[in-house]
T-cell receptor, first 112, second 111 residues
């Protein structure tokens, strides 16, 4: 039972490049989330999916898009990366929003 | 939306002493208050949570108290140990909604 799996763990992008962060959970959870973590800013919600087939914006959605591919998978896409998107990205899931969050191990993204 | 403030941002205590971290929230509709511990380079992990129908909850050396009237809640760690050193985050949530996290407290326990 892997819980929440994120790939990749590390990534370096050049400004303007695009990429997709992958997240999969094997706990049959309904809700999934993407957060970014920056020093002194805590964890800020980018997008979330309360259930399969739905997605909603969080606090800081600009520059990102998401896809809830199925109940297990929730991906985050950066269409044109900017240095301000340098951060650690965490995916999380919960059976019932907002209880029982389980976080993935994170993706450290650097945009140069 | 909800606004969660957390203090202090850094805290150093001697091993065996107690540590207290405080958070305030703005939306009286919030009813779920979890605390997460994040060790360096690791993912945040839930250590304790409290719901608004409870004033205090304890789990071994950690406890959380909630004052709904004042809209604040606190994490108490007693008999601190070096392995308690980490960043601690509080959060608040409204029913059916997402978490709003505090900015974190970096706790250092000095042996």
């Amino acid at each position: 039972n892997a819980g929440v799996t994120q790939t990749p763990k590390f990534q370096v992008l050049k400004t303007g490049q695009s990429m997709t962060l992958q997240c999969a959970q094997d706990m049959n959870h309904n809700s999934m989330y993407w957060y970014r973590q920056d020093p002194g800013m805590g964890l800020r919600l980018i997008y979330y999916s309360a259930s399969e087939g739905t997605t909603d914006k969080g606090e800081v959605p600009n520059g990102y898009n998401v896809s809830r591919l199925n109940k297990r998978e929730f991906s985050l896409r950066l269409e044109s990366a900017a240095p301000s998107q340098t951060s650690v990205y965490f995916c999380a899931s919960s059976e019932v929003s907002p209880y029982g969050y389980t976080f993935g191990s994170g993706t450290r993204l650097t945009v140069v | 939306g909800e606004n969660v403030e957390q203090h202090p941002s850094t805290l150093s205590v001697q091993e065996g002493d107690s540590a207290v971290i405080k958070c305030t929230y703005s939306d009286s509709a919030s009813n779920y208050f979890p605390w997460y511990k994040q060790e360096l380079g690791k993912r945040p992990q839930l250590i304790i949570d409290i719901r608004s129908n409870v004033g205090e909850k304890k789990d071994q050396r950690i406890a959380v108290t909630l004052n709904k009237t004042a809209k604040h809640f606190s994490l108490h760690i007693t008999e601190t140990q070096p392995e308690d050193s980490a960043v601690y985050f509080c959060a608040a949530s409204i029913p059916g909604n997402q978490f709003y996290f505090g900015t974190g407290t970096s706790l250092t326990v000095i042996p």
